[in-house]
């Protein structure tokens, strides 16, 4: 499970330097400035994310049970989060209306801070100081 955590946080990472570059250099010449801040704002959390599964996934401070349900709380956060908010913010180029969808951007939120959540309920039970 530890490389599986790893595995996507990586890709979570590499995906969000992409997504941020594009934001600086391309998307900035489709959309007006609040759409790009909105844009930044889901690459912003999917990174902070990124980076938080690469922590959980190298050390061993809560168990492989709260490590799995965190791990798909902040997989299905960041899809729903950043996701939706990517949708969003480039409504404009596409065909479908993301704004049908928008209520799913709170949920993954939701998600993401239960994710933290579950992580200091396993460092609170874990007995090793």
Request: aromatic share 12%; net charge neutral; glycine share 10%.
């Amino acid at each position: 499970m530890n490389k599986s955590i790893l595995v996507a946080g990586a890709i979570l990472g590499i995906l969000g330097i992409v997504l941020d570059a594009f934001g600086a250099h391309g998307l900035e010449k489709l959309v007006d400035a609040d759409a790009v801040n909105t844009f930044e704002t889901g690459v912003r959390y999917q990174i902070y994310h990124a980076f938080f599964l690469l922590i959980l996934g190298g050390t061993n401070f809560v168990n492989l049970k709260t490590k799995k349900i965190v791990f798909y709380l902040v997989i299905v956060g960041v899809l729903f989060f950043s996701g939706s908010i990517y949708g969003l913010a480039t409504n404009e180029l596409s065909s479908f209306d993301f704004k049908t969808i928008a209520m799913i951007t709170p949920i993954g939120g939701l998600l993401l801070i239960l994710s933290w959540v579950m992580v200091l309920i396993g460092i609170m039970r874990n007995k090793v100081d």
